[in-house]
């Protein structure tokens, strides 16, 4: 098996989460990239699983200091990923997966053009919207910035190698995991 970037992007609430956690279920051998965020943790979310929850100004540390090989503002927030064990894994030769939003996609696929870019699609906009409410983790705002942000990065999904809608979770997996297992 040989080490590949798997980047895994989509509008918020269309079922990245979801897919990624019963992928990962079947593939133990798959490393997860946890990202920084200054986000503050939702009900559930674990520092140092989910993310890594920094504040602004540790966060802008860390983007002096080269820490992180991508980064972005989303809805307000600052996202990244750690560079570190990015460089760990590929250099084990081992398969990363990194679930980030577009701007961060575009950043990745400069510095690593071989990486598998896969973007995740909803049936439509309503049912994106659907999903996210029913959640339930986000205010009201948060919610119409994120369905704003969605129509943006839906545009730009073509760009991505692969698309797969996720109306049927099940064969949504099912695609994904063939990806993914086909680059190993
Ligand atoms: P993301 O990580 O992309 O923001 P989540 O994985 O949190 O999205 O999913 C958003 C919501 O949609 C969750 O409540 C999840 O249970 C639900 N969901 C995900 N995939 C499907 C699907 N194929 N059909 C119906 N609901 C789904
Ligand atoms: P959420 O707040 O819903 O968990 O994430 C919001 C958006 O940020 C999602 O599109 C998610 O993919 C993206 N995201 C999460 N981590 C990172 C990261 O490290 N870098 C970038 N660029 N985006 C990220």
Redesign the pocket.
């Given at each position: 098996m040989t080490g590949r970037l798997i980047v895994l992007t989509?509008?918020?609430?269309?079922?990245?989460?979801?897919?990624l956690k019963a992928l990962l279920a079947n593939h133990p051998e798959l490393y997860l990239s946890v990202s920084a965020t200054t986000i503050a943790p939702r009900a559930g979310e674990v520092d140092g699983v989910h993310y890594y929850f920094y504040d602004r100004d540790r966060f802008e540390v860390a983007i002096a200091a080269g820490a992180l090989l991508e980064w972005a503002e989303f809805a307000g927030n600052y996202y990244g990923t750690p560079i570190e064990p990015v460089q760990a894994q590929l250099a084990l030769d081992r398969s990363i997966v990194l679930?980030i939003e577009l701007a961060g996609a575009r950043q990745v696929a400069k510095i690593f053009p071989d990486a598998l870019r896969i973007f995740?699609l909803p049936p439509d906009l309503a049912t994106l919207e659907a999903?996210?409410r029913?959640?339930g983790t986000e205010t009201s705002e948060a919610i119409d910035r994120r369905l704003e942000q969605a129509k943006v990065e839906i545009a730009a999904g073509n760009e991505f190698d692969y698309q797969i809608v996720?109306?049927?979770?099940q064969i949504?997996l099912a695609e994904l995991e063939k990806l993914v297992t086909n680059a190993e």
């Open positions: 989509g509008p918020s609430g269309v079922g990245k989460g979801t897919l679930e995740i999903r996210i029913e959640r996720n109306d049927d979770l949504a």
